[in-house]
C-alpha cells in the first residue's frame, strides 16, 4: 500500500509536469500569434474564472483556488515575458 506521502508527492510532481508544460507553451508563444485575439489579461482572467467555477462545484474552496489559479497565470505570464 503507497502512503499518503508518496501518494501527495506524486500528485506534486504531476503538477510539475503541466506547470512545465505550461511555462513551454507560454515561452512558444509570440505576440504575432496572439494578434485579434483578447487581450492577454481578460483571457487569462477568464481561464482562472472557469477553473475556479470547475473546482468549486469539486468541492474545493474558492479563494483558495482563486489564489492557486492566479499564481499559475502569473507563472505564465513570466514564462511569455521571458
Known amino acids: 500500500m503507497t502512503s499518503p506521502h508518496d ?6 510532481r504531476l503538477i510539475l509536469d503541466q506547470l512545465e508544460e505550461l511555462w513551454l507553451l507560454y515561452a512558444d508563444t509570440d505576440d504575432e500569434e496572439e494578434a485579434g485575439e483578447d487581450a492577454p489579461e481578460e483571457s487569462d482572467r477568464d481561464i482562472v474564472d472557469a477553473m475556479v467555477e470547475d473546482g468549486t462545484e469539486r468541492g474545493i474552496d474558492e479563494e483558495s483556488l482563486e489564489k492557486v489559479f492566479k499564481a499559475v497565470s502569473a507563472l505564465a505570464k513570466k514564462a511569455q515575458d521571458a
Open 7 to 12: 501518494q501527495s508527492e506524486k500528485i506534486y
